[in-house]
């Protein structure tokens, strides 16, 4: 286990909550939001801070989709496969992504930690199917030539980091 | 800070004079559609210009003004996402559409200075222009009323909002009315619950008004979590004080001093502007202790969910604020008794307290004369799929679904012919061409098996396959069922299996049967909401195109929809035997003898398509 990580983030969380148990999801929001996923190491931390037990921390957490327990890439990309997006072609928006980034179902994220790509149920930009986000962004009426250049624009975008 | 009726209407009347003299308005839609097509941009740009230009404009709503300026705002979804990014010019009514960065500095010359229209930008069909956005076809047909003010006031500023008139139905109900007469007029309006199942709002006031408690709470349902619908989202991002002023109302009316409102952790811009509107509203003072000088306080919050469909469920819903899993309860005890932390609760969907402000207004008579008889008001329907206008729009209840599909819709995208049209998501059901005389309201759609649901209408053309709709459908329920009883959890497992078999070409005989009684099973046992009503979009598809399905179990999709149903082989008169198809074969089942028409083996076929593209005659074809 990794035990450097800095829990001074996650006191400063916790104390804007009150501590409080029914806090629980916000808390773990916001521990996500800081580390782009929730590390086990916090586990322990949290069920102490808000008096509840460790099981319930885990139980909350695993149960809500948002929620990984994973390391995420650095560009998260989501692929809309709501009703709208799935009849406007959204499956091979997500093939051509998943190809070109060498990734598939099971394996969402690639081992460099630049890119995660994962589907998600809806998010309410219907009229601009199919859409899909990186790390929140919009982008409207893909196609899968559209993905690879955005694709080639993101890796450039790494490499001048 | 406001402390009293009085300062609040002197701040009405100050803003209003301000808002008269803002001469011209600009108004850029920030919803999300269009900010994904760069409409921020487009707004700073104008603001740039504009300050180039030395044009008296203001960004922010001013009390008594004394000279003219323009009003650069940020507004709302107008609904036409597809014709973004939109921006309209008050008080003309002029909307210009898909407008580019480019254009702004013609639109500073000839518009704003000019005071012209650039008839390019403006929205066009058939040869025809329409500069103003009323006269434009898919806003004709509509009666905005829970819509409004989408789209026509800065979305950010409570001034914006307390100018044209907001918050004075808050204000009637706290200071002319009692209690008792609010949730009379709500009860008479008729208004049902928005989210889906039709319950009267009013009723639901009335137990939680009559309930003894030390404390009570009002609920927002902003969970809208049905794939293809974003109603919701566009009325929290693009008028949000009428939803809050919606919960005070309801707060006043039944005695609640707290209020939690439940948004879908995938609209953030919906929790942003949530967040800010309820900070603008207690800086006023008309969200906190003792409200405007009276002894009613009410304090709100917000939630954000964590991607769990079933938290759409009330009671799912209240266990996700209350800390624990999203697992839904058995009712009774039913929410208005004993909800949110164990104290009586009031459960409304966003739309429905969207509506309160202008019931409160315009009374029960006004409302009732809006839509069909039992279903009173006006329903917004986001309108999306294989549609030539894709868009939010708002309707009488009562209109017939011919008029949404054709005179709003437009008809299916490129010409092609209606199939279907799923409405209420994963819990509703398919209308077909039978349909289409049908009055969209919650009793006629009852009759017919299916569901107003939250109010997503997803169009389907005829190359959509339904076999393959109805297993996106199950798939999604599947993936989102809590797991917490047996029937949901195992059946719909079951159901999925057997629909991902019939779309890949392995049906059996019998398989039709087994889905409808697994799904009057699953109807009939599962614990809540999300599980009686997932078996639907199945049972619709069986009932309305029994033949796609038993087509598939015989091996053919007849739209050509389910791949691995594809045959692709080579047309023997065409083929010259180049070879070039067996090379791009991942699986080597390409075989021939150069110069020889070749041969695809079907056993070993994956149906990937690589070789339809590379054959330069067109010799390889898919049916």
């Known amino acids: 286990m990794n035990s450097n990580i800095d829990l001074s983030e996650v006191d400063r969380i916790l104390q804007a909550h009150g501590h409080s148990p029914q806090a629980i999801i916000s808390v773990l929001q916001e521990v996500q939001e800081h580390y782009h996923y929730i590390p086990r190491e916090v586990f322990p931390y949290i069920s102490k801070g808000l008096g509840i037990s460790e099981a319930k921390a885990y139980s909350v ?28 072609k959204s499956i091979p928006i997500l093939e051509r992504l998943r190809s070109e980034l060498k990734l598939s179902e099971e394996k969402k994220t690639t081992d460099d930690l630049n890119f995660t790509v994962e589907t998600v149920s809806c998010l309410g930009a219907c009229g601009l199917a199919p859409v899909l986000t990186v790390n929140d962004k919009v982008y409207p009426a893909m196609t899968p030539d559209k993905v690879s250049e955005l694709v080639k624009k993101l890796k450039e975008e790494l490499k001048n980091d | 800070m406001i402390n009293s009726r009085k300062e609040l209407q002197d701040l009405r009347r100050g803003l209003k004079a301000g808002l008269d003299k803002q001469t011209l308005k600009v108004l850029v839609c920030a919803g999300t559609g269009c900010i994904a097509g760069g409409s921020i941009d487009i707004y700073n740009r104008l603001s740039e210009l504009m300050k180039e230009k030395e044009l008296p404009y203001t960004v922010a709503l001013e009390e008594d003004p ?8 940020k507004c709302g979804c107008h609904g036409f996402c597809e014709m973004g990014p939109l921006l309209r010019i008050d008080p003309q009514g002029w909307l210009y559409t898909k407008v580019k960065i480019e254009d702004c500095e013609e639109i500073i010359e ?152 439940y948004v879908r952790a995938e609209y953030p811009m919906a929790v942003s502007r949530l967040k800010n509107a309820i900070k603008q509203a207690e800086d006023l003072g008309l969200i906190g202790e003792n409200i405007l000088g009276t002894n009613f306080s009410f304090k709100l919050h917000i939630n954000r969910g964590a991607g769990a469909f079933v938290c759409g469920e009330e009671t799912a819903l209240i266990a996700s604020i209350e800390g624990e899993r999203g697992f839904p309860r058995v009712r009774p005890p039913l929410t208005v008794v004993k909800g949110l932390f164990g104290k ?177 099973m699953i109807s009939a046992t599962a614990l809540c909401g999300l599980g009686k009503t997932a078996p639907n979009p199945v049972k619709s598809t069986i009932q309305h195109f029994r033949d796609e399905y038993e087509a598939h179990i ?43 028409p070749f041969v695809i083996d079907q056993t070993k076929c994956i149906k990937c398509g690589a070789c339809v593209g590379t054959c330069p005659f067109h010799a390889i074809e898919e049916v």
């Not at chain 2, 004394?66 to 705002?73: A, E, R, V």
Request: glycine share 12%; with cysteine.
């Open chain 1, 61 to 88: 957490a695993t149960f809500y989709e948002n929620f990984s327990l994973e390391p995420k890439g650095k560009y998260v990309i989501r692929v809309c496969d709501g009703t709208a997006c799935h009849v406007r």
């Open chain 2, 66 to 73: 004394h000279d003219d300026s323009i009003g650069l705002k």
């Open chain 2, 110 to 261: 000839r518009t704003i200075i000019g005071g012209e229209i650039i008839e390019r930008l403006a929205y066009h069909k058939n040869g025809e222009i329409y500069p103003k956005q009323d006269d434009i076809p898919f806003y004709k047909k509509q009666t905005r009323v829970v819509l409004e003010h989408c789209g026509h006031i800065d979305a950010d500023s409570i001034r914006d909002y307390i100018a044209i008139g907001g918050y004075s139905a808050f204000e009637r109900a706290l200071f002319d009315m009692s209690g008792d007469e609010v949730v009379k007029i709500v009860k008479d309006s008729g208004l049902r619950g928005r989210g889906g199942a039709g319950f009267p709002a009013g009723i639901k006031w009335e137990t939680v008004r009559k309930l003894q408690s030390d404390k009570k709470y009002i609920l927002c349902n902003g969970d809208e979590g049905d794939p293809g619908a974003f109603m919701d989202r566009s009325i929290m991002e693009g008028d949000p004080h009428c939803v809050l002023e919606g919960m005070l109302i309801a707060g006043v009316a039944t005695g609640a001093s707290e209020g939690y409102i």
């Open chain 2, 344 to 520: 009586p609760t009031v459960p409304n969907n966003v739309e429905t307290y969207a509506n309160i402000p202008k019931i409160i207004n315009k009374g029960s008579d006004w409302f009732k004369s809006l839509g069909s008889p039992n279903n009173s008001g006006t329903k917004a329907f986001a309108l999306t799929g294989n549609i030539e206008n894709t868009g939010l729009i708002e309707v009488p209840m009562g209109t017939p679904l011919k008029e949404v599909i054709y005179s709003v819709g437009g008809g299916c995208r490129g010409g092609a012919e209606f199939k279907a049209v799923q409405i209420g998501g994963p819990s509703g059901g398919c209308l077909t061409k039978e349909h289409l005389e049908l009055p969209l309201d919650y009793d006629s759609l009852k009759k017919v098996g299916a569901i107003i649901g939250s109010g997503g209408l997803v169009v389907m053309d005829e190359h959509t396959c339904m076999v393959e709709v109805a297993r996106f459908f199950m798939n999604f329920t599947q993936n989102e069922s809590c797991g917490k009883c047996v029937p949901c959890r195992e059946g719909t497992k079951r159901m999925l299996e057997i629909l991902e078999r019939i779309v890949s070409g392995k049906g059996k005989e019998g398989d039709i049967e087994i889905l409808d009684e697994l799904a009057d």
């Open chain 2, 554 to 596: 015989k091996g053919i999709c007849p739209t050509g929809t389910c791949k691995k149903l594809k045959k692709i082989y080579i047309n023997k008169d065409l083929c010259k035997g180049c070879s070039k198809c067996s090379r791009v074969c991942p699986v080597n089942a390409i075989s021939g003898k150069i110069k020889e």
